[in-house]
């Protein structure tokens, strides 16, 4: 029996995962097939008439079953890129979104030319805005908080891979993970769970593979952002930035909430690439 070749096999599960409903099939067969044989995806089609081994198609098969169930790809190859770095992810943790990326940005713009930033990442998860802050800022120290100590797991080895794990502390806990605010820190960040119970109830089939804890924001999405809000001035120095995304709908509410709490000023409402409303943030007043 003749072995299936590259091109063969693409439309194979091309086809397989149109009927499952995957709404971009072509590209999946493609990245999963070159994740499968540790071969970039132009490079399957230089190579479209090879013959594939028993073995390789053994493993392709399997991911491709896997992804006509609806796995995300991200969990499938166990990493997703954020800000032109490679992240680990898996079940444990939010597959990283090119939105929060905005987030970085606005941080970053904040930072550059202050010094020594302290900062502090509120609900971690894979650790990449801890990660990748440090990064960029190479004079910065974070603290990262997350009540899961399976996503922390995550987040510390995100940090060792990017070589910035002794000057991130890790702790497991709700938001402030059980410290006493002293107006010290510099900059706070946040990518909290926004979504709300309408919009849990109707995930779609790839989201519903991804932590419950770090998408459900209560009826309305705000129920960690009212209490972000309402405690992050007290641990952030006078002209400290509280920085944290936002889902659809909520620019109003929670440039509101940051006004009603009386301890921000300069609150702005960011869009991201797309013009979304993103990223809200404000700095915390003078005494």
């Not at 190579?47 to 098969?61: F, Q």
């Not at 769970?193 to 989201?207: G, K, N, R, S, V």
């Amino acid at each position: 029996m003749s072995r299936p070749t590259v091109l063969e096999l693409l439309r194979l599960a091309t086809g397989y995962l149109r009927e499952k409903g995957v709404a971009q099939p072509r590209l999946d067969a493609e990245v999963l097939l070159g994740h499968a044989l540790q071969m970039e995806r132009i490079m399957l089609y230089v190579h479209h008439d090879r013959p594939l081994e028993p073995h390789e198609v053994d493993v392709y098969r399997t991911l491709i079953a896997r992804r006509g169930r609806r796995e995300p790809v991200a969990y499938l190859m166990g990493e997703k890129e954020f800000f032109g770095r490679s992240f680990q992810v898996d079940p444990r943790v939010l597959i990283p979104r090119p939105e929060t990326e905005h987030l970085v940005e606005v941080a970053l713009a904040f930072a550059i030319g202050e010094g020594p930033v302290r900062g502090w990442d509120v609900g971690t998860g894979s650790g990449i805005l801890a990660v990748t802050l440090a990064a960029e800022l190479p004079d910065s120290h974070w603290l990262a908080t997350d009540l899961s100590a399976d996503a922390l797991a995550v987040a510390r080895a995100n940090a060792e891979r990017h070589g910035v794990a002794d000057r991130i502390r890790f702790l497991e806990g709700d938001l402030w993970a059980g410290t006493k605010p002293d107006g010290s820190w510099d900059l706070i960040v946040s990518n909290p769970p926004y979504l709300t119970d309408h919009e849990m109830a109707h995930l779609a089939p790839e989201i519903r593979y991804e932590p419950r804890q770090a998408l459900a924001g209560g009826p309305d999405g705000l129920q960690v952002i009212r209490r972000l809000v309402q405690q992050a001035w007290a641990f952030l120095r006078p002209g400290g930035l509280l920085a944290f995304e936002i889902g659809a709908g909520q620019a109003e509410a929670c440039r509101q909430l940051l006004a009603e709490a009386g301890q921000y000023e300069g609150i702005r409402v960011l869009p991201d690439h797309a013009g979304h409303p993103r990223v809200v943030c404000g700095l915390r007043t003078s005494p």
